[in-house]
């Protein structure tokens, strides 16, 4: 239904309320490199958070020596939570900016991948709430704030650190099936619609899949941590590929030319599903 009113048009929602003024959607192409630089930043920060600093200072064979990596570089970890936080708060960005730009490919599905991507980003906030315990756990003070962790003593602040860090990985791997879903449905709006290269929808819904099978098998596989090397290639290689193909993808061709681009007649992009 629209509304014409001084020469503007307005769509109407089912309860007949006006949604928007005709012409005022975001652009696209600002919302490609919105999305697109916001990717850019988020590798950026979770290479220096996950793996400069978190991979480098936990050995999780050793809670004493995990303890006193943490313990001698909390302005490291300090660091890490701020790359984290920044990270947690640039996917809302990236899933509001998304939405809006594959939303000629299908509205409802481009929202649902959006709101999959905010319970991923709901997730990974939860999990660094788990470093900000472990700060707590590894920290010393002079005022007396922290005198009932020091009562605790070595071993139990080792051990409960270990557990701190495991809480924020399992939190984070569950959170990342919502993230594999959001590719899937991402790559699914790709194949569906003439927007780029089905290629790139393709290795999308692989690498969306990948997550979700690494998050099944750290549940469901005992010996998981033996072979956490061939689990970790196996969702890295189709990420990495993806997820790098499709930030390229978004700062030199997303929104650009005519956009949006015609779905075929009677497909469920061309029907608004």
Same mark, same amino acid.
């Given at each position: ?6 020469d ?14 005709h012409?005022? $959607?975001p ?7 919105? !999305? ?12 220096f ?7 480098r @200072?936990?050995?999780? !064979?050793?809670a ?14 300090r660091?890490?939570?701020v ?16 939405h ?7 509205? &409802?599905?481009?929202?649902?991948? &959006? ?14 709430v788990?470093?900000? %315990?472990v ?6 003070t002079t005022?007396?704030? !922290?005198? $009932?962790?020091?009562? @605790? ?9 270990? @557990?701190?860090l ?6 984070? %791997?569950?959170?990342? =099936?919502?993230?594999? =879903? $959001? ?7 790709i194949?569906?619609?003439p ?5 790139l929808?393709i ?7 990948a ?9 469901? =596989?005992?010996g998981y941590?033996?072979?956490? &090397?061939?689990?970790?290639?196996? =969702? ?5 590929i993806?997820?790098?193909?499709f930030?390229?993808?978004? +700062? +030199? ?10 779905p ?8 608004g599903?």
């Open positions: 239904m629209t509304l014409a009113l001084d503007r048009t307005f769509e109407a929602n089912a309860s007949g309320v006006p949604a928007a003024a012409g005022e $959607h652009d696209p192409r600002t919302m490609a490199l919105l !999305a697109g630089w916001s990717y850019v930043a988020l590798f950026g920060l979770a290479v958070a996950n793996f400069m600093v978190r991979e @200072l936990v050995d999780t !064979a050793d004493a020596t995990t303890f006193t990596n943490l313990a001698d570089n909390q302005g490291l970890v660091a890490a939570i790359a984290f936080i920044v990270v947690f708060a640039l996917d809302v960005v990236v899933a509001w900016a998304l809006h730009l594959f939303r000629p490919a299908g509205a &409802a599905l481009s929202a649902l991948s &959006a709101w999959f991507r905010i319970v991923y980003t709901v997730f990974l906030g939860v999990a660094v788990f470093l900000y %315990l700060l707590r756990l590894v920290g010393t005022d007396g704030t !922290a005198a $009932h962790i020091t009562a @605790l003593g070595d071993t139990i602040r080792e051990a409960n650190t270990m @557990l701190a495991e809480a924020f990985n399992v939190t984070w %791997l569950v959170g990342l =099936v919502a993230f594999g =879903v $959001h590719l899937i449905l991402l790559g699914a709006l194949l569906r619609s927007i780029t290269s089905r290629a929808g290795v999308l819904i692989v690498a969306g899949a997550y979700i099978f690494d998050t099944a098998a750290y549940t469901l =596989v005992a941590a033996d072979n956490a &090397a061939v689990f970790t290639a196996i =969702v890295a290689g189709p990420a990495v993806a997820e790098a193909a930030t390229l993808w978004l +700062l +030199l061709r997303a929104g650009s030319g005519a956009w949006p681009p015609k075929e007649a009677g497909s469920p992009a061309d029907r599903v």
